[in-house]
């Protein structure tokens, strides 16, 4: 097992978002890999942090990506950052994802976390994925 294919299942995940209409006729086009410097837009998507485990088998290599998915907002209540929650999970759930390098197994949804934000405020939902991926180049 190597870490080579987090970088293609992150793109392939981020064009997903990103090229996903129900979830553009939420936040627009405000899907980063990164939260932005400066004034952050009202409401928007991240792709953070990943947790990655080695799933290899006799078959070849392999891994198990944990990863997660934030939205947040400065809407008062959770209707507008459980909405695009929604989509977001929608849009990746069982998604066939083509990936530069080997395949996507599959793609789950694991668990989300609602929570307030600084003053109390701002909405973030952090929603965490597993997907399995088999590395072709390692057979």
């Given at each position: 097992m190597s870490y080579g294919m987090a970088g293609v299942?992150?793109?392939?995940?981020?064009?997903?978002?990103r090229g996903d209409t129900a979830l553009q006729a939420l936040v627009g086009a405000e899907v980063f890999d990164a939260v932005p410097g400066g004034t952050l837009p009202a409401t928007?998507?991240?792709?953070?942090?990943e947790d990655v485990r080695d799933r290899s088998d006799a078959t070849g290599g392999g891994a198990r990506?944990?990863?997660t998915v934030s939205v947040v907002s400065d809407a008062s209540g959770f209707a507008?950052?459980?909405?695009?929650?929604?989509?977001?999970?929608d849009a990746l759930v069982d998604a066939?994802?083509?990936?530069?390098?080997?395949?996507?197994?599959?793609?789950?949804?694991?668990r989300a976390k609602a929570d307030r934000t600084g003053a109390g405020d701002g909405r973030r939902i952090d929603l965490r994925f597993?997907?399995?991926?088999e590395d072709e180049e390692e057979a």
């Open positions: 299942l992150q793109e392939a995940v981020f064009q997903r978002l928007y998507v991240v792709v953070g942090e990506h944990d990863f507008t950052a459980k909405a695009a929650a929604g989509a977001v999970s066939g994802l083509t990936l530069a390098r080997g395949r996507l197994v599959g793609l789950w949804f694991l597993r997907a399995r991926v």
